[in-house]
């Protein structure tokens, strides 16, 4: 950073109620440069807080905060170290302290943040604001909202709820190792996309690459009952390395089975599907969800820490 932006440690401190920008990154542990230059980005940015997420972490925290320590009361967190801007900078806007737009009712709103992480978004249908976390894609100007997300160990709580099916965890607290948004939200967050799909061990990126697969609405809801087994069009998937575009796929989702691919169904023998799976496979081993059979050599279920998040997007 220039010398002009160069933050200072004021001291080991956080907020009491201070994160009213609606924005809360989770970055790697050594983005700390990163975290500051978010703030720096932001013009009602004028404090930030970064710390661990928990001691076994490998991700942090990284808080933008629109006040400072002389403008409202701290409290010790010894998680957290509070920094301040050196430069200037500008007033703060005159909108009321927690307060979110009307118009923030998609990950997209907060587009030209940048920053992977927790924003608050406000439902209309309910007429409250609810937190979720959203990917951004500069690249495709596409923003991605994280509908669920969980641990190989925590399989087993979601495996038989599939995505039509309303059973939310920690939905004010969106996270990786065990999160399901509510189904309103999920439906609300559909409307407004284009496409979804599913990715291993999120690592702050989200492209179509070695474990991953995506699809487009118009093509395949994976909020509706779709017939078990069936061929679905999608526009990429990536399972160790087979991979294929504009194809089509063998899913499976029943009223006890979370949407997932089988890769002993997806073989060049026993499928009509484009999409053909020609490498040696764990009986029946399932992708993406479900995880009944489970190969290591799949990044979702190599280890019990191993994660899958699904995703909307538009």
Not at 187 to 208: F, H, M, P, Q
């Amino acid at each position: 950073m220039a010398n002009s932006a160069l933050l200072l440690m004021i001291v080991i401190l956080k907020f009491s109620s201070l994160l009213v920008l609606g924005i809360q990154v989770q970055i790697s542990m050594f983005a700390r440069k990163e975290c500051g230059q978010w703030c720096l980005k932001n013009q009602r940015c004028l404090s930030m807080n970064y710390g661990s997420m928990s001691s076994d972490s490998e991700l942090a925290i990284c808080e933008l905060n629109n006040s400072t320590r002389e403008r409202t009361s701290l409290k010790y967190d010894t998680r957290f170290s509070y920094y301040e801007s050196l430069d200037s900078r500008p007033k703060e806007s005159s909108e009321k302290p927690n307060t979110i737009s009307r118009n923030a009712t998609s990950c997209s709103y907060y587009m030209s943040h940048g920053a992977p992480g927790v924003y608050t978004i406000f439902e209309p249908m309910r007429n409250k604001t609810c937190k979720v976390y959203c990917h951004f894609d500069h690249e495709r100007q596409k923003s991605w909202t994280m509908v669920l997300s969980f641990r190989l160990s925590n399989n087993q709580k979601l495996s038989a709820k599939p995505f039509w099916m309303d059973t939310p965890y920690n939905k004010a607290s969106p996270n990786f190792k065990l999160y399901r948004m509510p189904l309103e939200l999920m439906k609300n967050i559909r409307k407004l996309a284009t496409e979804w799909r599913a990715v291993c061990n999120y690592n702050g990126t989200i492209s179509d690459r070695l474990d991953t697969v995506r699809g487009e609405f118009k093509t395949f809801d994976p909020l509706q009952n779709a017939k078990t087994g069936s061929c679905k069009s999608v526009k990429y998937i990536n399972i160790r390395g087979a991979s294929c575009k504009d194809c089509t796929a063998k899913f499976f989702q029943t009223p006890t089975q979370f949407l997932h691919i089988d890769s002993t169904k997806s073989s060049t023998r026993s499928t009509t599907c484009t999409f053909k799976f020609q490498q040696a496979v764990v009986s029946s081993e399932d992708n993406f969800g479900f995880y009944r059979n489970i190969n290591p050599n799949f990044s979702c279920s190599t280890r019990n820490d191993s994660t899958t998040s699904w995703w909307f997007g538009k």
